[in-house]
C-alpha cells in the first residue's frame, strides 16, 4: 500500500503495543493516516482494540515485517532474540530499504543486527509513556546505515511524540534512567505530594491536581526560559518562608541523594539487561 497523503509514503510497523509500543503508536497517529500504521501483538486482542481506537490496521509479525519502512520493535529485552528469529526469512527476502527501530533496554544496535540476523539499518530509541499525548522526551542513537535522509524522515513522521534528543550509544543507559525510568520516579513525587495536601486537608481530587500542574509548569518552565533548576528554586524560597523549610526538611531527610540514587540504580540495571 502506498500512503499517498504521508510525506514520501512513509509506512510505520509495530511489533509489541504495550505500554511503551502502545504509547509511540498513539504518538504516530497524532500525524500520521491510519492507513500508514500496521500493528502487530502476540495478544491479538490488544492490537485489535487499539487498532480500533485509532483507525489502524492490525498484522501477524511478518506481515509488519515485510510492509513497513520503520519497523519498530516493542518487545522485552529477554524475548527480542526469538521473535527477530521468527521475521529473520522475512526481513532477509526484502529487496527495498527499511530500518529496524528498537527499543530495548540494555540491547545495542550491534545486539540487534546479530539477532535479526543482518546488517540492517538499526535506530535505537529510549521513549518515554508520555509520548502516548505528545509530551514524550525520545532520546536515540543512529546506527551504521541509517542515512541522514532516513533520520529526517522517522523524526518527521514521529514528531507528535514529543522532544527527540539524539545522543551516543554510550549514553544510552545513562539516558534510558533519566528519561525513560524518570516518570515513574515523578508519578511517585506527584502521588507524595498528593497524600501530603490530603494530610492538610485538601480533598484527593484537588491535591493531586494541583500536584501535577505544579510539576507540568516547573518543568516547562525549565525548558522555555532556560534558567537552572537551582535559580529557580532560589527564587521561590523567600527568606524565613514556608518553602525554604520545606526545603531544609527535603534535604534533612536525604531527598536529593535518595533521587540520585534511584537513576545509578537504574543504569546499571540497563546495563545488566545486556
Not at 480533598?203 to 505544579?214: N, V
Request: with cysteine.
Amino acid at each position: 500500500m502506498i500512503c499517498d497523503n504521508v510525506p514520501g509514503g512513509v509506512k510505520l510497523g509495530f511489533i509489541g503495543v504495550g505500554n511503551m509500543g502502545g504509547a509511540l503508536v498513539r504518538a504516530a497517529r497524532r500525524t500520521m493516516p491510519g492507513e500508514a500504521i500496521r500493528i502487530a501483538n502476540r495478544s491479538p486482542e490488544k492490537a485489535q482494540a487499539l487498532a480500533a481506537e485509532l483507525s489502524c490496521q492490525v498484522q501477524d509479525n511478518a506481515g509488519a515485517a515485510g510492509w513497513a519502512d520503520y519497523l519498530f520493535l516493542g518487545v522485552k529485552p529477554q524475548m527480542m532474540a526469538e521473535m527477530l528469529a521468527g521475521i529473520a526469512p522475512v526481513l532477509a527476502a526484502r529487496k527495498n530499504r527499511f530500518v529496524l527501530v528498537t527499543m530495548a533496554a540494555g540491547l545495542s544496535v550491534a545486539d540487534v543486527q546479530a539477532m535479526a540476523g543482518g546488517d540492517y539499518p538499526v535506530l535505537r530509541i529510549m521513549p518515554n509513556t508520555p509520548a502516548s499525548i505528545g509530551e514524550g522526551m525520545i532520546l536515540y542513537t543512529r546506527g551504521p546505515g541509517v542515512t541522514e535522509e532516513k533520520e529526517r524522515v522517522f523524526l518527521n513522521a514521529m514528531r507528535g511524540a514529543g522532544r527527540f534528543s539524539a545522543i551516543p550509544e554510550t549514553l544510552m543507559d545513562a539516558g534510558s534512567a533519566v528519561a525513560g525510568c524518570g516518570p515513574a520516579f515523578v508519578d511517585l513525587f506527584i502521588e507524595s505530594l498528593a497524600d501530603g495536601g490530603v494530610a492538610c486537608g485538601l480533598p484527593r481530587p484537588q491535591a493531586l491536581e494541583f500536584a501535577a500542574q505544579m510539576v507540568v509548569g516547573a518543568g516547562r518552565l525549565i525548558l522555555e526560559t532556560g534558567r537552572h533548576p537551582g535559580e529557580l528554586k532560589d527564587a521561590v524560597c523567600s527568606p524565613g518562608g514556608s518553602t525554604i523549610q520545606g526545603v531544609r526538611k527535603l534535604e534533612e531527610l536525604g531527598f536529593r541523594g535518595a533521587v540520585m540514587d534511584a537513576v545509578i540504580a537504574a543504569c546499571e540495571k540497563n546495563g545488566a539487561l545486556k
